[in-house]
C-alpha cells in the first residue's frame, strides 16, 4: 500500500512527517509512505536539507496521495511545468492534503464539492481560489479530504487508513504515537474527525460502534 | 533563546520534529530550536537523511536541550565517546527527553528523583535502568522533563515555552499548530499536562487560571 507524501521546497516539517510516520508504523502490514518530491533534496521552511525518497511522478503509482503544506505553495501552484508532472485520479487513488496543500487540489481541480479545510494563514488564498473553507479540522467527499492545522495531519492519516484498511489499521499505528495515558482518547477523537466521512462515502456505518 | 533537539540515527521523525516546529514558531520572539546531532548528517528511522544544524557539542551553549528518540538508542547510551560529547548541566539549562531519549538521561545522571515518562516500547529498559516509569505523558522536577509518546513532545515543547517564556508563548505557537477548530482544546490539554510542574518547580501558580 504506497502513500506518496507530497514534500515541497518550503515544507513544513509535521505537515509532511506526521501522516509519513504514523502510516509508515504499519510498514509490517505492508503499507509504506515515501517523501515525493520534485527534486532529489528539498529544504524544509526551517531550513532542514533533506532526501526525498521518490520523484514527484510516483504520485501516479501510489494508493494514497497526501499533499504537505509549506512556505512556497503559491509559488509551486504558479509553476506549470511542476504542476504538470503531479498526476492524480480520484477515481482509483485516495487524495488528501494539509493546510496550504489544499490550493494544489484546488488548482488541479479536485476539490469539486467546492468546499475545504486549510489553516488559518492560507484560508484567504483558498476562498480566492473560490472554495469554502470550513472551521473544522477535517473534510472528505468519496476519495478527496482536505485537513487544517498541522497537528490536524493525524486524521489525514487516520482517513487513509481507515478508507484503505480498517479500524483495527487505525488503532494499531496510533497506539504508537498517542501520548502515554492518552491513547484511547487520541483513537476516539482521531476516529471521530474522519467517521462521517467514511459513512457517507461508503454508504455503510463501518465505525458507528467506535466513535 | 536557542535549543538543542538532540537526534541520533535512527531518529523518530516525530519525536525531533514536533517539539522543533513547535518552538521555531517563535523565532519572531527570538527562540530558535536546531537540530543538533554526532554527525553532519543523521537518518531517521524510515530511512530520511537529512542534514543537521548543530554538532552534539551545541547542547551545552542551549537554553534548552531535549533529547529525541530513535531506534538506534541502546547503542548510542553503551557509545561512550560519543555520550562523552554531551554536557548537559540542569542548573542553568532546561533539559528534556521524548520517549527513548529518556535512557540518554538516565545514563547521564540526570534523572535524580528516580521518576520518568517514556514510550512503551522503551518502558523495560527504562525500568531496568533503575527508574519508575510513569502512566502519564509528561513528567517534570524542576529543571528536568521526560515525555512519552510522539505527540507528547508539544507536552515537552509547552513546557520549555513556558519555564523560558510565558503562557503567552505557549498559546502563540500552539494555535499555529493545533487542527482548526480545536485550538482551544489543545491548547487548555498542553498546559494541564504541564501545569503541576511548573507549580511544583517555581513555587507559583503561574498558570492555574489557564487550566
Redesign the interface.
Known sequence: MPVAVLTFDGF???DS??S??II?RLKARGWQ?F?TSPNEHVASM??????A?KPLEFAQEADAVLVGSGTKTLDIVNDSSLMSRIKLNPDIQLIGAQCSGTLVLSRLGVLETGVA?????TKPWVIESGLEV?????FADGNVAT??????S??LATWVMMKLGSQRDVEAALR????????EE?IARALS?VAPYIRSSSGVSAIADAV
Open positions: 513544513n516539517e509535521l512527517f506526521v509519513y510516520l509508515n509512505a517523501i526551517n531550513g532542514i536539507n533533506i532526501q525518497e479545510c486549510t489553516d488559518l494563514k470550513l472551521n473544522q479540522p477535517f485537513a487544517g492545522g498541522c497537528l490536524a493525524q486524521y504508537t504515537v498517542a501520548p502515554v495515558g492518552q491513547i487520541y474527525a
